[in-house]
């Protein structure tokens, strides 16, 4: 079964810095997505950013990109120029696409909050 | 209008009572799926079906059973419930095609008392 970590249960950055936040994963799989969702204080879970497995190029939307390392199975998310809005729990989330499954497995989450 | 939504929002029972969560999708998707949050443990799959005749059981199905009444509805049954069924529950849904995202409902926050 896949796993998904993320060490980190809290954090916190000043606005306008970089903060990255660390995931790694545990499958056997091959082919697969990655996810990152935010969930801000209005408890709606909002896509981030995705990374397919296969692409060895690091994803980015924005302000937001990925460091995605697969052969040490780790997807960790930098945010650049953090903004007080980027406060919010973070969900590293994996998929396996092979056999289709397709069921997200999530990490506990990191709580960021970013400072004034 | 939002294109996951649930009903209720917030719903307050007490043991031994059945409840119903209501998921609705106008996104045309086929693909839905129950998800239960708790603290400190991120979120975790229930059920999922992938089409109106088809039915999966996820990581923590026991106590919890459903219905896919429609392409875009699927409802989510606590038949007796119990206080460690309090927690956040969402519905999700998706569609095949290249990246699989799945789009999230706004939540329903069970307390059983």
């Known amino acids: 079964a896949q796993t998904v970590t993320q060490s980190q249960p809290e954090m916190s950055v000043q606005e306008a810095e970089t903060v990255t936040l660390s995931c790694t994963y545990d499958?056997?799989?091959?082919?697969?997505?990655l996810f990152w969702y935010k969930q801000p204080p209005s408890r709606q879970m909002i896509l981030v950013i995705r990374?397919?497995?296969?692409?060895?190029q690091n994803a980015t939307e924005n302000r937001f990109s990925v460091n995605f390392q697969k052969a040490a199975k780790s997807f960790s998310l930098k945010i650049s120029d953090s903004q007080l809005g980027d406060t919010a729990m973070y969900f590293c989330a994996f998929m396996n696409i092979q056999g289709g499954s397709e069921k997200l497995v999530f990490g506990k989450g990191t709580k960021l909050t970013v400072n004034p | 209008d939002a294109d996951v939504t649930q009903t209720p929002r917030n719903r307050i029972t007490k043991t031994g009572k059945r409840i119903m969560l209501e998921c609705s999708q106008t996104?045309?998707?086929?693909?839905m799926y129950w998800y239960r949050q708790d603290p400190g443990l991120g979120l975790r799959l229930i059920y999922y079906s992938f089409d109106v005749k088809d039915i999966n059981k996820g990581e923590i199905s026991d106590g919890y059973s459903v219905s896919r009444q429609a392409q875009a509805k699927f409802s989510l049954s606590l038949e007796s419930a119990i206080p460690n069924q309090t927690a956040l529950y969402f519905c999700?849904?998706?569609?095949?095609?290249?990246?699989?995202?799945?789009?999230f409902g706004p939540g329903t926050r069970l307390t059983v008392l």
């Open positions: 996104k045309g998707h086929d693909r």
């Open positions: 499958t056997s799989e091959s082919n697969y997505y």
């Open positions: 990374q397919e497995a296969y692409k060895q």
């Open positions: 999700a849904t998706s569609d095949y095609n290249a990246y699989n995202e799945q789009f």
